[in-house]
């Protein structure tokens, strides 16, 4: 796996990843940036959401879950001063569909957080308190 981060100007930047994709990353203007894209640490938390949001669905496809929704909402709490790194981090799961069955959704959520998403399971090994909870919506 391999990025390229390319600086533009001020404190923009285009990251582009191996496959071929690529987002503009950049800060807020009172650290001289123009605010075209996401803060470098605002794309860590959205990536743990996609990684964690990938595995949920495919472990709900797999157990055939009538899935027609799901979001997951990523809060972080930083250290003061530098590095202000993450020290907690909430994910939590809208989970929408015909008749899902808690017992399938907590089973998702609970095996992506424990054995399946890299980044969560990164995180919580780097020392960041990593919490998960869901709800489900009647479609």
């Given at each position: ?25 950049d800060g807020n203007p009172e650290n001289g940036g123009r605010n075209t894209g996401p ?65 399938q959704v907590k089973r998702a959520v609970e095996l992506s957080a424990d054995k399946y ?23």
């Amino acid at each position: 796996m391999k990025a390229s981060i390319k600086w533009t100007d001020g404190r923009q930047f285009v990251a582009e990843a191996g496959s071929g994709h690529s987002v503009v990353i950049d800060g807020n203007p009172e650290n001289g940036g123009r605010n075209t894209g996401p803060r470098p640490m605002e794309m860590m938390l959205m990536g743990l959401g996609g990684c964690t949001s990938f595995d949920v669905m495919q472990i709900l496809d797999k157990s055939r879950a009538p899935v027609t929704d799901c979001v997951a909402s990523v809060e972080a709490e930083r250290a003061e001063g530098t590095p202000a790194v993450f020290t907690k981090i909430h994910v939590h799961f809208t989970v929408t569909g015909h008749g899902l069955k808690e017992a399938q959704v907590k089973r998702a959520v609970e095996l992506s957080a424990d054995k399946y998403c890299s980044a969560s399971i990164m995180l919580a090994r780097g020392g960041v308190e990593m919490t998960h909870s869901y709800e489900i919506v009647e479609a």
